[in-house]
């Protein structure tokens, strides 16, 4: 079988991009012929098709997920010094553009289950300096966010969502109600990094809002400041999705639901297997939010996954650390976490989880390798 005799990957592009490449490649060839690379009627039908699909007002692409982070910040018009809670497990680059902006990352722990930042630990790190909180949907599921919003509205926080890995999810409020990821906080970012869930074939992004006024702001700040051409109001950036990618990214998004139920259905096989050995810990679903297993993250709890990481790289199974150092001990934060600093459950998660191959392409007979591969490590 051709997808059996191609090496095991974290991601496997190559497969996807085969059982839908005559659409792809008609539509990439589209807009060569059309010459219209920036804007035009790809990204607008794009913005359209996904306002449509995340039931939100507006959908501001942008040119990858880091700015769109960036772009919220600066819509949101935070000064220097403002401080922005952030959970201390998660990509670097949601605490980056924070202190890019020279506004200050409080970093704060996460759950043991669910690996996302709680309402607890952001209400205990409010000061009076707090203008921003950032739940990050990390690996594919929703942070409280319910239990978030409401201590964000007590003390007048904007809550934004870092919705890089977690397009897709539905979260469900105690109400009953049901709305997309990324649509709940004030705004909402995501990336179409090639490997997120809805990866683009290159870089992109996009900035998500339910508020008109503020949607009109993101798109001054995205586009230079300027909101009639050669008119700047203020500094902003240039950040844009082309129309390649927006064209690839209108037939994926056709295909989200599915590749998402792909790799639910991928992980419920790899539970089933994991379940069995007790050193490891599957992963933990929340009540509240579907899981879109952006990574299948497990936890290994005797204090050897880094000799596991080593025994599958040496059978050639992939598996990677997300994350295996935490953002208040990164050099690059040095100045604004604070020393002497403890996180305990985010310090224990970098020291125990370990991740393997989630992807839409995934089929049992893929994942019995990496199970058995796993197994054998413990027998
Ligand atoms: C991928 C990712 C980003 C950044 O997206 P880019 O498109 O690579 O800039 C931000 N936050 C999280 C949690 C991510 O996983």
Known sequence: MMTTSRPLQMVDLKTQYEKIQSEIDEAVLNVIRSTMFIGGPEVKGFQDELEAYLNVKHVIPCANGTDALQIAFMALGLQPGDEVIVPAFTYVATAEVIALLKLTPIMVDVDPDTFNL?????????????????????????????????????????????????????????????????????????????SKNLGCYGDGGAIFTND????????????????????????????????????????????????????????????????????????????????????????????????????????????????????????????????????????????EVFSLPIHSELTPDIQDIIISAVQSYFE
């Open 212 to 351: 008109t006024a503020l949607a009109d702001k993101i798109r001054i700040v995205a586009n230079h400041g300027q909101s009639r051409r050669y008119y700047h109001d203020e500094v902003g950036v240039n950040s844009r999705l082309d129309a390649i990618q927006a064209a690839i990214l209108r037939i994926k998004l056709r295909h989200l639901d599915n590749y998402n139920t792909a790799r639910t259905t991928a992980a419920d096989y790899y539970d089933a297997a994991f379940s069995q050995i007790p050193a490891i810990s599957t992963p933990v679903r929340s009540a509240f939010s579907s899981h879109v297993f952006h990574q299948y993250t497990l936890r290994l709890t005797n204090g050897k996954r880094d000799e596991l990481v080593q025994y599958l790289t040496d059978k050639q199974v992939p598996c990677m650390i997300y994350y295996p150092v935490p953002l208040h001990h990164q050099n690059a934060f040095k100045e604004s976490a604070k020393p002497g600093l403890v996180l305990p459950v985010t310090e224990q998660l970098c020291r």
């Open 118 to 194: 709680t309402p607890e630990s952001f209400e205990a790190a409010i000061t009076p300096k707090t203008k921003a909180v950032v739940p990050v949907h990390l690996f594919g599921q929703c942070a409280d966010m319910e239990g978030i919003i409401k201590v964000a509205e007590k003390h007048g926080i904007y809550v934004i969502e870092d919705n890089a890995q977690g397009i897709g999810a539905d979260y469900t409020y105690s109400d009953g109600r049901v709305a997309k990821s990324g649509t709940i906080g004030h705004i909402g970012c995501t990336s179409f990094f090639p």
